[in-house]
């Protein structure tokens, strides 16, 4: 099949490489000149696990990348669209970027198409998509539109888009839907087919979701630190039931990211639009804004004032496995600990040319050792197995004093404190 991937971001570049290892021919289409310009060349924007890998298995084959829409549209019967949907002023999703590329659509058409919207959207999107494809081609040629949300996760994008849990495609048009699930056949994945809305509504409930599960843990591991219970046992416990399963339990800092808060904003003003005050939602904002700047109080019951303190902050990305550092947590935390004085010297596997665009107050060390040199605080963001096999006795060596504030659990309280470390994690005993 002949398919053009518009954005060639985390989400459609992943799409753009799996596609064409299943054997479509992809055309990546971004207006990003120099993203496409390295692309070309097989240097890849973004740190994702496998993809190099692909790309270089197929780039000048079945896989090419250009800044021309007209030429990606006009060679295709496949249009996926998979531009950012960021977070606009008031919290809504900024539609600009899927608007100009239905425009840009509808202006090359050339025969009939089938656009597959993958970016994040509000109910509704997809039906105005259509009507801004038919405006701009003046209805010269058929399009349908089909909603089919992307549920990958960075860090395993590669893995989650060929073994998805689920495809979800979701149209009005019964044969899109038929051409669309064929192009996903070689995956074997269960197939739901829905319409249109509840398709673009079942991403973004689904990402509600997935955040609420973690404010729910997070606000346990609170409760469990008062009243001397250990959240870890609490979530293992808990998960053991099926009903519960034991994923998205883990307490720690908080979500970042680029989707979950975006997401969980969006739908709370797609409520509002409607009259309907999301309650539930409104409040897992405003605890995961809690629970982030929580990590600062822990260091500071820890250690006392900030100020003159220095702090190693290891992990930078919002998750581990990934270089993206969007909404991340350290972003808050560490412009809190700047604040209130404290000198940050920090480390991370991937993020280090984001953090030295989007924290240049911030020391950068070459690794997570020299981060905690001289440190008074070594503090945890990111669940790095890097940072896991730490060498703790050499890293207790280097800092000025010994304390761990562990966001994000990954240390055995007792070993740590065993070693000589004075302990914090979240909800631990
Ligand atoms: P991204 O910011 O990494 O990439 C977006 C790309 O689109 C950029 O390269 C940008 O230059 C390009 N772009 C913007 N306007 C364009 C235009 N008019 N024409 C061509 N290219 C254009 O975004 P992302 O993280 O890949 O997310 C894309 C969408 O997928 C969003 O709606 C997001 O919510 C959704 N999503 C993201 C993830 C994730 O883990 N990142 C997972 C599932 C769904």
Known sequence: ?????????????????????????????????????????????????GLKELVDRN???????????????QDSDFIFIAVGTPQGPTGEADLTYVKQVAAGIGRHLNGPKIVVDKST???????????????????????????????????SAVHDFM???RILIGTDHGTAAEKVRELYAPLEANTMITDLRSAEMIKYASNAFLATKITFI????????????DVAKVAHGMGLDTRISPAFLAAGAGYGGSCFPKDVSA?????????????????VV?????????????????????EGKQIALLGLAYKSNTDD????????????????????RAYDPAAMDNARRLLPEVKLAENAYAAAEGAHCLVVLTEWNEFKEMDLGRVKAGMRTPIIVDGRNIFDPNKVKALGFTYRGVGRR
Do not use: W
């Open 218 to 229: 997070n606000e346990i591991a609170n409760l469990c630190e008062r009243v001397n219970a």
């Open 163 to 165: 073994n998805p849990d």
């Open 325 to 344: 550092m969007r909404e991340a947590v350290a972003l808050e935390v560490s412009r809190l600990l700047l604040d209130g004085g404290a000198r940050v």
């Open 1 to 49: 099949m002949k398919l053009c991937v518009v954005g060639t971001g985390y989400v459609g570049l992943v799409s753009c490489a799996c596609f064409a290892d299943l054997g479509n021919e992809v055309i990546g289409v971004d207006v990003d000149r120099e993203k496409i310009e390295k692309l070309k060349r097989g240097v890849l924007p973004i740190y994702e696990p």
């Open 59 to 73: 780039l000048g084959k079945r896989l090419s990348f250009t800044t021309d829409l007209g030429q990606g549209v």
């Open 121 to 155: 959207v509000p109910v509704g999107m997809g039906d105005l998509v259509a009507s801004i494809i038919e405006e701009q081609g003046s209805g010269k040629h058929p399009v349908n539109v089909v909603s089919n949300p992307e549920f990958l996760r960075e860090g």
């Open 267 to 283: 739908l709370i003003q797609i409520a509002d639009k409607e009259d309907y005050d999301f309650r539930l939602l409104k409040a």
């Open 286 to 306: 405003a605890v995961n804004e809690f629970q982030k700047r929580s990590v600062v109080t822990r260091i500071k019951e820890v250690l006392g004032p900030l």
